[in-house]
């Protein structure tokens, strides 16, 4: 590289967090600049509108909730601009659906959460062009880019179901949509393309035309860490936080960011790449009857099926996709008709690996059907315990290790596992995932009430130790839940701490398995619910982090019943209530 990395991280620092608009007039500011010291270069496009006759305007909407749909939606403005299109890009959060009556055109790209729900920021957009009062679009084209995760039952349900009531109210589709699995990078780019296929240049329609760079979309990324381009982080200090007796096992981890550059928010995610365990690769192969060393085909790169399997593909999980696919690969009818009927083999597939279904469904896969059948292995994300203010130059996680019998056999989470087999002095490979939907309030002072249960306090750590870090005293209020107090309250000296300081200014435990009943985080809102609804009337902020299927939910009602006791609202306020909460991002959710 031509930079120094001292220089480097200048330039990267300084256009850090730049739209790619302005990446864009920034990378023709630096051409022009590179021309006064050689005049041989070509000129460098100017990255300005030039006013022109009418064009055709693309509105490209995003809802996202961890960051991946936006980031499509910003690369493809980015190639939009960079070919000279007129594109504009907003958040769902700050669209006016009624707008939609005077666009020509726009694109959506949107991801699924919950089960099959919008995101947070695409909620009330949602309910909006759902309910009666949306508009005739007769005159709108549209296509959607819908991203989700094929493990979900319902997979792309928020794209599919915007395309289709987009649709509905006589939009014109501009292309067919595209359902994303995890591995969107591939078919969201060949997307882009299609769309940049069939948009018009500003020139080519006779309007207004952004020349720009279309390097310029990519400095962006080049700062930046991700799973293809890891930070190689030494691990400095693992602790066990359970006792013995508990159920669980749960590891404190200290990783060192120094170095790296790297720069992150309370509430941000680190991903962490690994490998799958040696001895299940072992397994598969021999239950697959292979010996490992075929040459196969994994994303156009020729490798031995081993080193695949071992590195680049899932083998502990299994949706029902592929377990449909693997059906039709063994001409195997049963197995066909049970994965295709989504009331069967629920609890198996949730439990199973790659082991078990070539073990209850033998069949003879080639090498290359095997490692096409499966998918790609996919770092793991774990909620930041550290705070950046706090915790310099280290990025800390709280990890359950993940481990249960099934069908006889001892089934090992395959991250969290590698973790806490990684040993100190040893790296591993990691990369931020920004969390914009889980941020503390913009006004350090705003009252806080945080709800994890198990893993899920992990952020929360980080918000406290970020706001004592900062000087801020009280106003933030911690809910937390375990099994039991002797053996499972995970850092419970350090929130003794934190009390003394002032920087958690109350906290509420819930211990489900000390007493007869069981007790849960839902329980202790519940009980403290004149003082919740005080603190809400306040203006406090509400964070969920934990348990998607049963926690966040029963604190969901936990919250709606608050309203209506404390509140005084009838149901249907209370409901719409929330909903306004989350739309003025007063409730944030990272659940899973
Ligand atoms: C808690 C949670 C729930 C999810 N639920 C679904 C789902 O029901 N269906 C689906 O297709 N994908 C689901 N996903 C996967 C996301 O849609 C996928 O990770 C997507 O790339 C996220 O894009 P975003 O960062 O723009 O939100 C879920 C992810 C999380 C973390």
């Given at each position: 590289?031509?930079?120094?990395?001292?220089?480097?991280?200048?330039?990267?620092?300084?256009?850090?967090?730049?739209?790619?608009?302005?990446?864009?007039?920034?990378?023709?500011?630096?051409?022009?600049?590179?021309?006064?010291?050689?005049?041989?270069?070509?000129?460098?496009?100017?990255?300005?509108?030039?006013?022109?006759?009418?064009?055709?305007?693309?509105?490209?909407?995003?809802?996202?909730?961890?960051?991946?749909?936006?980031?499509?939606?910003?690369?493809?403005?980015?190639?939009?601009?960079?070919?000279?299109?007129?594109?504009?890009?907003?958040?769902?959060?700050?669209?006016?659906?009624?707008?939609?009556?005077?666009?020509?055109?726009?694109?959506?790209?949107?991801?699924?959460?919950?089960?099959?729900?919008?995101?947070?920021?695409?909620?009330?957009?949602?309910?909006?062009?759902?309910?009666?009062?949306?508009?005739?679009?007769?005159?709108?084209?549209?296509?959607?880019?819908?991203?989700?995760?094929?493990s979900?039952?319902?997979?792309?349900?928020?794209?599919?179901?915007?395309?289709?009531?987009?649709?509905?109210?006589?939009?014109?589709?501009?292309?067919?949509?595209?359902?994303?699995?995890?591995?969107?990078?591939?078919?969201?780019?060949?997307?882009?393309?299609?769309?940049?296929?069939?948009?018009?240049?500003?020139?080519?329609?006779?309007?207004?035309?952004?020349?720009?760079?279309?390097?310029?979309?990519?400095?962006?990324?080049?700062?930046?860490?991700?799973?293809?381009?890891?930070?190689?982080?030494?691990?400095?200090?693992?602790?066990?936080?359970?006792?013995?007796?508990?159920?669980?096992?749960?590891?404190?981890?200290?990783?060192?960011?120094?170095?790296?550059?790297?720069?992150?928010?309370?509430?941000?995610?680190?991903?962490?790449?690994?490998?799958?365990?040696?001895?299940?690769?072992?397994?598969?192969?021999?239950?697959?009857?292979?010996?490992?060393?075929?040459?196969?085909?994994?994303?156009?790169?020729?490798?031995?099926?081993?080193?695949?399997?071992?590195?680049?593909?899932e083998l502990t999980s299994v949706t029902?996709?592929q377990?449909?696919?693997?059906?039709?690969?063994?001409?195997?009818?049963?197995?066909?008709?049970?994965?295709?009927?989504?009331?069967?083999?629920?609890?198996?597939l949730?439990?199973a690996d790659w082991?078990?279904?070539?073990?209850?469904?033998?069949?003879?896969?080639?090498?290359?059907?095997?490692?096409?059948?499966?998918r790609?292995?996919?770092?793991?994300?774990?909620?930041?315990?550290?705070?950046?203010?706090?915790?310099?130059?280290?990025?800390?996680?709280?990890?359950?290790?993940?481990?249960?019998?099934?069908?006889?056999?001892?089934?090992?989470?395959a991250?969290?596992?590698?973790?806490?087999?990684?040993?100190?002095?040893?790296?591993?490979?990691?990369?931020?995932?920004?969390?914009?939907?889980?941020?503390?309030?913009?006004?350090?002072?705003?009252?806080?009430?945080?709800?994890?249960?198990?893993?899920?306090?992990?952020?929360?750590?980080?918000?406290?130790?970020?706001?004592?870090?900062?000087?801020?005293?009280?106003?933030?209020?911690?809910?937390?839940?375990?099994?039991?107090?002797?053996?499972?309250?995970?850092?419970?000296?350090?929130?003794?701490?934190?009390?003394?300081?002032?920087?958690?200014?109350?906290?509420?435990?819930?211990?489900?398995?000390?007493?007869?009943?069981?007790?849960?985080?839902?329980?202790?809102?519940?009980?403290?619910?004149?003082?919740?609804?005080?603190?809400?009337?306040?203006?406090?902020?509400?964070?969920?982090?934990?348990?998607?299927?049963?926690?966040?939910?029963?604190?969901?009602?936990?919250?709606?019943?608050?309203?209506?006791?404390?509140?005084?609202?009838?149901?249907?306020?209370?409901?719409?209530?929330?909903?306004?909460?989350?739309?003025?991002?007063?409730?944030?959710?990272?659940?899973?």
């Open positions: 590289m031509l930079l120094s990395p001292q220089q480097f991280q200048q330039v990267s620092g300084a256009v850090r967090g730049l739209t790619p608009a302005q990446l864009a007039w920034v990378s023709g500011y630096l051409s022009g600049l590179t021309r006064q010291f050689d005049e041989t270069l070509p000129v460098a496009p100017a990255a300005f509108p030039v006013a022109g006759a009418a064009t055709l305007k693309t509105t490209i909407l995003y809802g996202s909730q961890t960051g991946n749909s936006k980031k499509v939606a910003e690369q493809l403005l980015a190639r939009l601009h960079a070919q000279g299109s007129e594109a504009v890009l907003a958040n769902l959060k700050d669209y006016r659906p009624q707008q939609l009556k005077k666009e020509q055109r726009i694109v959506a790209v949107i991801s699924t959460h919950g089960n099959g729900e919008p995101p947070d920021d695409a909620r009330a957009f949602f309910n909006f062009l759902q309910g009666e009062r949306a508009p005739r679009l007769d005159s709108l084209e549209y296509a959607v880019l819908a991203l989700g995760d094929s979900y039952e319902e997979f792309c349900q928020t794209g599919q179901a915007l395309d289709q009531r987009l649709a509905e109210l006589g939009a014109q589709r501009l292309l067919e949509r595209v359902d994303c699995d995890v591995d969107f990078a591939a078919p969201a780019s060949d997307w882009q393309q299609q769309l940049a296929g069939k948009t018009p240049s500003a020139l080519e329609s006779g309007g207004i035309h952004f020349h720009v760079n279309p390097v310029a979309a990519q400095v962006a990324q080049a700062n930046e860490y991700t799973a293809s381009y890891p930070f190689r982080a030494e691990l400095l200090n693992s602790i066990g936080l359970t006792d013995t007796g508990s159920d669980k096992d749960v590891l404190h981890l200290e990783l060192s960011l120094e170095d790296s550059g790297i720069h992150y928010q309370p509430g941000d995610i680190l991903a962490v790449s690994f490998d799958n365990e040696a001895a299940l690769v072992d397994e598969v192969l021999h239950l697959a009857g292979l010996p490992g060393s075929e040459r196969v085909q994994v994303s156009g790169v020729e490798t031995d099926l081993y080193s695949a399997l071992r590195h680049q593909r029902r996709r377990l449909k696919a693997y059906a039709e690969l063994i001409t195997h009818p049963e197995l066909l008709a049970a994965a295709q009927d989504k009331t069967v083999l629920q609890d198996w949730y439990a082991a078990d279904v070539l073990r209850e469904f033998a069949g003879k896969p080639s090498a290359q059907q095997l490692v096409d059948v499966l790609p292995l996919q770092p793991r994300q774990y909620s930041i315990a550290s705070s950046p203010e706090a915790h310099p130059d280290e990025v800390h996680l709280l990890v359950k290790r993940v481990e249960y019998a099934f069908q006889g056999r001892e089934h090992l989470g991250g969290s596992n590698w973790l806490a087999r990684l040993q100190a002095g040893e790296a591993a490979s990691v990369h931020v995932k920004p969390n914009p939907n889980f941020k503390l309030p913009t006004d350090p002072q705003a009252k806080v009430i945080m709800i994890g249960a198990g893993t899920g306090v992990a952020p929360f750590r980080s918000f406290l130790f970020e706001r004592e870090a900062q000087g801020v005293k009280g106003n933030s209020w911690l809910f937390f839940g375990e099994q039991h107090f002797r053996t499972d309250f995970l850092y419970q000296t350090e929130w003794q701490q934190l009390l003394a300081s002032g920087a958690l200014e109350r906290m509420s435990v819930a211990f489900s398995r000390d007493q007869a009943e069981k007790i849960y985080v839902q329980h202790r809102l519940q009980e403290s619910g004149a003082d919740v609804w005080q603190w809400l009337q306040q203006g406090a902020h509400i964070y969920v982090c934990g348990d998607m299927n049963r926690m966040a939910k029963d604190v969901h009602q936990a919250l709606l019943q608050i309203a209506v006791q404390h509140g005084g609202k009838a149901e249907e306020e209370a409901s719409a209530w929330l909903e306004q909460l989350v739309s003025e991002r007063r409730y944030q959710r990272d659940v899973y």
